[in-house]
């Protein structure tokens, strides 16, 4: 099912909103491994990351964000990309790190990418779900996005949000509001688990693979913790946001740890019970 004949999510915004600035690689980012193998060109406007069979590359911000909308355009690894990961990503560092997840699983030429998301607390992740996109990310650049607030966090493709995940604190469910994130991507040699559960290995004869990064941007929003604030209680999402939500989650998500009751034996995590948009 085609997108075309949709429009774009409506996303409101409140008086949270501080500050707003367009990224340059250059000034914005470090390059953290992978050598030459990650390139930064055009005045530093565009930023590329490459995988051979020696090693991959990464690049990590040089500022840390605590709440805010990141924005960052992704052209993925074209053709056969089995047995590697894109990964984009928040994350705050040590064992009880908060961590907020794009992973862009490779696949075999025709087939169609899978999106992991996932959400860690103080070193806790296992909330995963996971995505077909309804477009080849391999043709031309899309946006990718993640909404930060004390509430809630949204995952959004080319402005479409495909999952939230509220804050659950009331019933005991940590939530990530306390660590400043610095923003991360890499791409790395996963084919023990990326494509078909590492039934399908890379073909390194295509290597290298290359994903292409631009127009990243952030928005930050006050570092507020308070769900009393009135602007942070603001839904995030209006009754537009909301369908193309349920549209996402209908007809593309293809894994959701809230409904996976062979994997939590002893009844699903307390957050499932909350809502379908988790």
Same mark, same amino acid.
């Given at each position: 099912?085609?997108?075309?004949?949709?429009?774009?999510?409506?996303?409101?915004?409140?008086?949270?909103?501080?500050?707003?600035?367009?990224?340059?690689?250059?000034?914005?980012?470090?390059?953290?491994?992978?050598?030459?193998?990650?390139?930064?060109?055009?005045?530093?406007?565009?930023?590329?990351?490459?995988?051979?069979?020696?090693?991959?590359?990464?690049?990590?911000?040089?500022?840390?964000?605590?709440?805010?909308?990141?924005?960052?355009?992704?052209?993925?690894? !074209?053709?056969? =990309?089995?047995?590697?990961? $894109? %990964? *984009? #990503?928040?994350?705050?560092?040590?064992?009880?790190?908060?961590?907020?997840?794009?992973?862009?699983?490779?696949?075999?030429?025709?087939?169609?990418?899978?999106?992991?998301?996932?959400?860690?607390?103080?070193?806790?992740?296992?909330?995963?779900?996971?995505?077909?996109?309804?477009?080849?990310?391999?043709?031309?650049?899309?946006?990718?996005?993640?909404?930060?607030?004390?509430?809630?966090?949204?995952?959004?493709?080319?402005?479409?949000?495909?999952?939230?995940?509220?804050?659950?604190?009331?019933?005991?469910?940590?939530?990530?509001?306390?660590?400043?994130?610095?923003?991360?991507?890499?791409?790395?040699?996963?084919?023990?688990?990326?494509?078909?559960?590492?039934?399908?290995? !890379?073909?390194? =004869?295509?290597?290298?693979? $290359? %994903? *292409? #990064?631009?127009?990243?941007?952030?928005?930050?929003?006050?570092?507020?913790?308070?769900?009393?604030?009135?602007?942070?209680?603001?839904?995030?999402?209006?009754?537009?946001?909301?369908?193309?939500?349920?549209?996402?989650?209908?007809?593309?998500?293809?894994?959701?740890?809230?409904?996976?009751?062979?994997?939590?034996?002893?009844?699903?995590?307390?957050?499932?019970?909350?809502?379908?948009?988790?």
């Amino acid at each position: 099912m085609g997108f075309s004949g949709f429009a774009l999510v409506g996303v409101v915004f409140s008086c949270l909103l501080v500050a707003t600035s367009a990224g340059n690689f250059y000034q914005d980012f470090d390059i953290t491994w992978g050598g030459n193998r990650a390139r930064i060109f055009k005045g530093g406007q565009l930023l590329s990351l490459s995988l051979d069979r020696v090693s991959g590359s990464g690049f990590q911000s040089k500022n840390e964000y605590l709440f805010g909308r990141i924005d960052m355009q992704l052209k993925l690894v !074209a053709g056969n =990309s089995a047995g590697t990961v $894109t %990964a *984009y #990503y928040l994350s705050s560092q040590g064992p009880t790190h908060d961590e907020i997840d794009f992973e862009f699983l490779g696949n075999v030429s025709g087939d169609p990418y899978i999106v992991h998301t996932n959400v860690f607390t103080q070193g806790k992740g296992n909330r995963e779900q996971q995505f077909y996109l309804w477009f080849d990310p391999t043709r031309n650049f899309h946006t990718y996005s993640i909404i930060w607030k004390a509430q809630h966090i949204i995952f959004l493709v080319d402005n479409i949000p495909i999952r939230v995940f509220k804050n659950a604190e009331s019933i005991g469910v940590p939530f990530p509001k306390s660590q400043p994130m610095k923003i991360y991507s890499s791409l790395w040699n996963a084919d023990d688990w990326a494509t078909r559960g590492g039934l399908v290995k !890379a073909d390194w =004869s295509k290597s290298p693979f $290359t %994903a *292409y #990064y631009r127009n990243f941007n952030v928005t930050s929003f006050k570092s507020t913790t308070s769900l009393s604030d009135a602007g942070l209680l603001t839904n995030e999402l209006d009754a537009h946001g909301r369908r193309r939500l349920r549209w996402a989650q209908k007809y593309f998500m293809i894994y959701n740890y809230c409904t996976d009751l062979k994997r939590f034996p002893q009844g699903l995590p307390p957050e499932c019970r909350r809502g379908r948009f988790l």
